[in-house]
């Protein structure tokens, strides 16, 4: 049996406080949750673009680029081993989609406690899942975490189908799909909800920007 390894943190010599301040802004993570297809990279992107002319530090989570790198798939880190492969890639089950999301809310406070406005575009299907994020990205602050459902009705995310996953799930050919044959649980009291299916991403980007200017977030 291998000894107890103590973990203590370390408080740094710059303080949150300190990076926001020469930022000219606050720190936070806005979590983008809905179907596939409902538009949140895209709106993600837009806000990103929208904030960075104004000047303010910002940076996009996306749920493909992540699954690149951090969470991969144990087909992409086969390099590695079998035994590797299997204990540390995700797939898309339950427990590896929470994983996932874990994995994904810890680098987001990270990045928050840099000062930076971070913004966090995932499917994250799972009510709990984000309610846990949230909890550990707010222990330094009940605004930290901003929730926006992008609501975007299943008939439409099924029409756009960029990446024809719908048509495949359809098709019987891929399983425990999100709006399908696996469910999609929506926030029941999200910071903002955004039509989707009604305005354009310009349009729904300036409600996000609007709503980070009168909650104190930015300037």
Same mark, same amino acid.
């Given at each position: 049996?291998?000894?107890?390894?103590?973990?203590?943190?370390?408080?740094?010599?710059?303080?949150?406080?300190?990076?926001?301040?020469?930022?000219?802004?606050?720190?936070?993570?806005?979590?983008?949750? &809905?179907?596939?297809?409902?538009?949140?990279?895209?709106?993600?992107?837009?806000?990103?673009?929208?904030?960075?002319?104004?000047?303010?530090?910002?940076?996009?989570?996306?749920?493909?680029?992540?699954?690149?790198?951090?969470?991969?798939?144990?087909?992409?880190?086969?390099?590695?081993?079998?035994?590797?492969?299997?204990?540390?890639?995700?797939?898309?089950?339950?427990?590896?989609?929470?994983?996932?999301?874990?994995?994904?809310?810890?680098?987001?406070?990270?990045?928050?406690?840099?000062?930076?406005?971070?913004?966090?575009?995932?499917?994250?299907?799972?009510?709990?899942?984000?309610?846990?994020?949230?909890?550990?990205?707010?222990?330094?602050?009940?605004?930290?975490?901003?929730?926006?459902?992008?609501?975007?009705?299943?008939?439409?995310?099924?029409?756009?189908?960029?990446?024809?996953?719908?048509?495949?799930?359809?098709?019987?050919?891929?399983?425990?799909?999100?709006?399908?044959?696996?469910?999609?649980?929506?926030?029941?009291?999200?910071?903002?909800?955004?039509?989707?299916?009604?305005?354009?991403?310009?349009?729904?980007?300036?409600?996000?920007?609007?709503?980070?200017?009168?909650? &104190?977030?930015?300037?």
């Amino acid at each position: 049996m291998s000894e107890p390894v103590e973990i203590t943190w370390h408080e740094h010599s710059v303080s949150r406080e300190d990076r926001e301040n020469l930022n000219r802004h606050k720190g936070c993570v806005i979590w983008f949750t &809905g179907l596939s297809g409902c538009g949140k990279s895209t709106v993600a992107n837009e806000v990103a673009h929208q904030l960075h002319q104004l000047g303010v530090r910002v940076y996009v989570l996306d749920g493909d680029n992540i699954r690149h790198g951090l969470n991969a798939s144990p087909q992409k880190l086969a390099d590695h081993g079998e035994q590797y492969a299997a204990r540390f890639g995700l797939g898309f089950s339950a427990e590896d989609r929470q994983e996932n999301i874990r994995r994904i809310g810890s680098v987001a406070q990270l990045f928050a406690d840099a000062g930076l406005v971070t913004l966090a575009a995932f499917v994250s299907p799972y009510r709990r899942d984000r309610d846990q994020v949230r909890s550990y990205v707010c222990e330094h602050g009940e605004d930290d975490f901003i929730e926006v459902f992008v609501d975007t009705p299943l008939e439409v995310c099924e029409a756009r189908d960029p990446k024809g996953l719908y048509k495949q799930a359809r098709a019987g050919k891929i399983k425990k799909f999100t709006g399908i044959d696996d469910p999609y649980e929506p926030p029941e009291s999200a910071e903002l909800t955004l039509k989707a299916a009604e305005k354009t991403p310009e349009q729904l980007a300036t409600e996000v920007v609007s709503y980070l200017r009168d909650s &104190g977030k930015i300037a």
